[in-house]
């Protein structure tokens, strides 16, 4: 059974810092890349950035780029997400997703998605 599970969401304060994880199973975690999403209420659903199977990071929104930064752990099937410098337009659900060897910022093309953790900024 294919399983991705993120975790790390919760509230912040604006201008913290937050970190997320994504644990996949059932699947050959190495050849896929993860990308992580983000869908905010009333807002059109965001690519962030991906990480390649050869662990090359892409990054798809100008949000994202110098603020958050994404890695990953083959060893333990894992892809982290690191947020810094946050602000309340990044309140949102944020999402990881699987896709054989190559990223992209377009969900239909993964072939897995989590179900999200939310992730509120506020004081």
């Known amino acids: 059974q294919v399983q991705l599970v993120e975790s790390g969401g919760g509230l912040v304060q604006p201008g913290g810092s937050l970190g997320l994880s994504c644990v996949g199973s059932?699947?050959?975690?190495?050849?896929?890349?993860i990308g992580w999403f983000r869908q905010a209420p009333g807002k059109e659903r965001e690519g962030l950035v991906c990480?390649?199977?050869?662990?090359?990071?892409?990054y798809y929104a100008d949000s994202a780029k110098g603020r958050f930064n994404v890695a990953r752990d083959n060893a333990k099937n894992t892809a982290y997400l690191q947020m810094f410098r946050l602000n309340s337009e990044d309140t949102a659900v944020y999402f990881c997703?699987?896709?054989?060897?190559?990223?992209?910022?377009?969900?239909?093309?993964?072939?897995?998605r989590g179900q999200g953790t939310q992730v509120t900024v506020a004081s």
């Open positions: 990480i390649s199977s050869s662990d090359s990071p892409v």
């Open positions: 059932g699947f050959t975690w190495n050849s896929y890349a």
């Open positions: 997703a699987a896709r054989y060897t190559d990223c992209s910022d377009y969900v239909p093309h993964y072939n897995y």
